[in-house]
Every structure is written in C-alpha cells, then in structure tokens.
C-alpha cells in the first residue's frame, strides 16, 4: 500500500474507534443513569434483562473498539517503515490500555449497581 492508502485507512479506522468509544460512553451513561433512578425500585427479573443487555452492549463495543484498534496499530507500523518521519504515534499498547479501562468500567458499573440495590444501613 502507498502512504496515502494506509494513511486513509487509519483515518476511516480511527472513525470507527471514536464511534465505537461514543457508543461505549452513551451505553455505559444509560446503564448508570438507569440504576440511579430506578435501580433500587426494580425486581431481580428487569435487573436481570437490563444487566445482561448492559454487558453484551457494553462487550460489543470494547471487542468493536479492541478490534478497530488492532487494525489502526498494524497500519501505523506499516506507515512507520514506509516512512519514519511519519508523525503518527498510535501503538497497539494503547489499544490494550483502552480495553482494559473500558473493561474496569463495565466493572465499576457493576458495582454501581450492587451499591444501589444493596445500600448500607447503619
């Protein structure tokens, strides 16, 4: 590939990265917003049905953006040994970062939820 190839495909990739971290945000921000309001008002059926839909939604989108992220990396190392004056600094390490605090966050949205359902009584 020419420089300007693998440079479109890390621009139209990295597109789809942000839209795939938006989506993660707005699914995340819906999840918390839900459990703030209504979290201790529902039963263990609807908390069930929001809680598996949250973390398939939620999976999707870090697998969605782990993957973008792959292919952004790859190209950027190509870019790199065509042209090592290329000021693109995109490393896969990155990509795992990402994933993984994504991941914490599907984590800490969880125990959001437990702190809501399960309150503390003093």
Not at 17 to 39: D, K, M, R
Not at 42 to 67: C, E, R
Not at 80 to 100: C, G, M, Q
Request: charged share 15%.
């Amino acid at each position: 590939m020419t420089e300007y190839e693998l440079t479109d495909a890390i621009n139209s990739t990295m597109s789809v990265y942000a839209s795939s971290f938006t989506l993660y945000l707005t699914i995340i921000s819906a999840y918390l917003i839900a459990g703030f309001v209504a979290g201790d008002r529902l039963n263990s059926q609807q908390f069930l049905i929001i809680s598996v839909l949250f973390f398939f939604a939620s999976g999707l989108t870090v697998f969605a953006m782990f993957g973008a992220g792959t292919r952004i990396a790859y190209a950027a190392d190509a870019l790199r040994l065509a042209d090592v004056e290329n000021p693109i600094r995109f490393k896969s390490s990155f990509n795992y970062a990402l994933a993984t605090i994504c991941t914490l966050g599907i984590m800490a949205s969880f125990k959001f939820w437990w702190d809501i359902r399960h309150p503390k009584t003093d």
